[in-house]
T-cell receptor, first 115, second 116 residues
Framework: DQQVKQNSPSLSVQEGRISILNCDYT??????FLWYKKYPAEGPTFLIS?????DKNEDGRFTVFLNKSAKHLSLHIVPSQPGDSAVYFC??????????????FGQGTILTVHP | NAGVTQTPKFRVLKTGQSMTLLCAQD?????MYWYRQDPGMGLRLIHY???????AKGEVPDGYNVSRLKKQNFLLGLESAAPSQTSVYFC???????????????FGPGTRLTVL
């Protein structure tokens, strides 16, 4: 049972344009969401996060939007740069009770930004 | 600060052999995690620890054991390796979730394991 899904295995965009990566979740207990970026042969690195009490969080070129009613979040990168080419993972956690901060990851989306 | 380090970076095993993967962190994090990454599957949690001397099962614990004898180290053991354990293994660590206002986990560079 895949509780976090990234339905697009890959995305290709032109440099300077917007990249939109999508993520859907099914567990209504999830209340904290993160995006990680991963380059080949490296570990994932944290990009941006959002708590369920917000519907938007911005950090420079990166914005994450959360739609709780649709159980959907998206990552917008504007403008996209060739260095953004990587695998992007969406992750979710339920921060209360005995969850101990465990993250549930999506399958990842390969973003390619063409010069 | 080295952050999260993993040893070894690569390993090839034969079916039935055993090995231990070592994870070390120098950020004084309470929590540590072991994940495996397989194509099309994302990262899946194997085991985790919420403090020195504690361990707990994650999503895919079968065939693995862990130990956390020191706060900074988290060991992942394979007692009898199987081809299904061919994967990339990532260790991660974090502060107590949301204690510092974030649930961010910090990842090591990974260990690529092949079981023949």
């Amino acid at each position: 049972d895949q509780q976090v899904k990234q339905n697009s295995p890959s995305l290709s965009v032109q440099e300077g344009r917007i990249s939109i990566l999508n993520c859907d979740y099914t567990n209504s207990m999830f209340d904290y969401f993160l995006w990680y970026k991963k380059y080949p042969a490296e570990g994932p690195t944290f990009l941006i996060s959002i708590s369920s009490i917000k519907d938007k969080n911005e950090d420079g070129r990166f914005t994450v939007f959360l739609n709780k009613s649709a159980k959907h979040l998206s990552l917008h990168i504007v403008p996209s740069q060739p260095g953004d080419s990587a695998v992007y993972f969406c992750a979710a956690s339920a921060t209360g009770g005995t969850s101990y901060g465990k993250l549930t990851f999506g399958q990842g989306t390969i973003l390619t930004v063409h010069p | 600060n080295a952050g999260v380090t993993q040893t070894p970076k690569f390993r090839v095993l034969k079916t039935g052999q055993s090995m231990t993967l070592l994870c070390a962190q120098d950020m004084n994090h309470e929590y540590m995690y072991w994940y495996r990454q397989d194509p099309g599957m994302g990262l899946r949690l194997i085991h985790y620890s919420v403090g020195e001397g504690t361990t707990a099962k994650g999503e895919v614990p079968d065939g693995y054991n862990v130990s956390r004898l020191k706060k900074q180290n988290f060991l992942l053991g394979l007692e009898s390796a199987a081809p299904s354990q061919t994967s990339v293994y990532f260790c991660a660590s974090s502060f107590i979730p949301l204690l510092k206002g974030t649930n961010e986990q910090f990842f090591g560079p990974g260990t690529r394991l092949t079981v023949l």
